[in-house]
């Protein structure tokens, strides 16, 4: 029994060394087989890829730094696209969105292309223009030298034909009210907008009662020599003026700055942007500014008496008549256009125009009803300046 528990413990001891087991390895003809069988698989997947590309059309590494090369024809449309103006008025952004892109401003004020300056005429309305004859009369012949911008209620659609220089005008509205803070709203949208043309040097608020009361090369000058934008801006100390102002207004607003004025004015560009841009007056005239404070009165000649002050003119440019009283200035029809009334409207003012004596005060008048129409297409040639005299007045 003792001898065969040593035979098991001893293993091998006493063996032949020649038949112990020898370590394991790889032979060499397995490794040789291994490499073989690689060498293999990469030539089949070239000629894979060869076919592939052949046949397919897919491209090779060597061909993608051609591809590379287009960007300096993208950077040449960058210019291009800059300065285009949008091909329609017709946008998605907000107005947070609209009021930022349109408060872009080069700091290089030399431009390096050719720029044709602009007016940019900003229909403020409910809905139709009636008097949007007169104003095509006005235009023609002028393209290339104004651009359109309609603001109406959202849901009023224009029925101008394709023809006309107020065909799809209209811009994204929104609902406006006499004496809120929706009106300003408006005007700033209408600014915003008109701002995306990079062209447009001169902004030119009107209503649909609006007239033009020179031919469009007169105005076009009068503008475009202008050293000051058409704001009014007075102090007034009665109870609609300073008497509507609310202390809660301080530090950003005192009662010293107070301005009161006709809210149709005629801006250049820089004053343009900042009346978009503004962020610091804003809230507060929205906030304490409201019936029977008449906003649209007082928000936009404040501020700018604020912000800027040597560019104003401090008179507005479209004649309005408020000696009949009330709230409202008069309104004209078709039984008060006569030969008359138009050199009243045009002659005996006098005013400040670059700081010089002039005749010349006003460019545009409002209210004129629907029926004026007929009586101020006939009369436009002759005292107007523009218009074809043998024009039928119904068309």
């Known amino acids: 029994m003792q001898s065969r528990v ?34 293999a698989l990469g030539i089949v997947f070239s000629a894979v890829s060869v076919y592939i590309t052949r046949y397919y059309g897919l491209h090779s590494v060597v061909q993608r730094p ?27 952004m907000s107005d947070e969105e609209l009021f930022w892109r349109a408060s872009f401003v080069p700091q290089v004020k030399k ?22 004859p007169l104003w095509e009369a006005f235009l023609k012949g002028n393209e290339g030298f104004f651009s359109i911008y309609i603001h109406s209620l959202p849901t009023y659609r224009d029925e101008f034909p394709s023809s006309s ?82 202390f809660l207004m301080a530090p950003e607003v005192n009662i010293s700055q107070w301005r009161k004025a006709s809210q149709w004015f005629e801006v250049n560009r820089e004053l343009a942007v900042t009346i ?19 906003v649209d009165e007082h928000y936009f000649p404040t501020m700018l008496t604020i912000e800027a002050p040597h560019l104003l003119a401090n008179r507005t440019i ?48 409002r209210k004129f009803a629907p029926s004026a129409l007929e009586p101020l297409l006939r009369l436009a040639p002759t005292h107007l300046g523009f218009g074809d005299q043998r024009q039928d007045p119904g068309t």
Request: proline share 8%; aromatic share 14%.
């Open 6 to 39: 040593s035979t098991l413990e001893d293993g091998n001891i006493g063996k032949d060394p020649s038949q112990r087991p020898q370590p394991r390895g790889l032979p060499m003809r397995r490794i040789l087989k291994v490499l073989a069988f690689l060498l």
């Open 66 to 92: 051609l591809v590379g090369l287009q960007p300096c024809i993208e950077v040449v449309d960058a210019l291009a696209r800059w300065i285009r103006p949008p091909s329609t008025v017709t946008h998605a």
């Open 111 to 132: 431009y390096p292309f050719e720029r044709v300056p602009k007016i940019a005429f900003l229909f403020l309305t409910i809905g139709p223009l009636p008097l949007s």
């Open 165 to 246: 220089a107020f065909f799809h005008r209209q811009i994204p509205s929104q609902v406006s009210e006499w004496g809120k803070m929706s009106m300003c709203d408006a005007e700033r949208r209408l600014l915003a907008n008109a701002l995306l043309d990079i062209s447009n040097e001169w902004f030119v608020l009107l209503s649909e009662s609006c007239i033009p009361l020179y031919n469009f090369s007169t105005i076009y000058q009068y503008l475009m020599g202008s050293q000051y934008s058409f704001v009014g801006a007075f102090d007034d100390s009665g109870p609609y003026g300073r008497g509507r102002y609310n």
């Open 276 to 294: 978009v841009k503004d962020t610091v007056f804003y809230p507060k005239f929205k906030e304490f500014c409201k019936p029977h404070c008449y």
């Open 318 to 365: 479209t004649w309005v008549d408020w000696s009949r009283g009330g709230a409202h200035p008069a309104t004209f029809g078709k039984v008060d256009i006569t030969e008359g009334f138009l050199n009243r409207i045009r002659e005996g003012h006098s005013c400040l125009y670059n700081d010089q004596p002039s005749n010349l005060c006003h460019l545009f008048a």
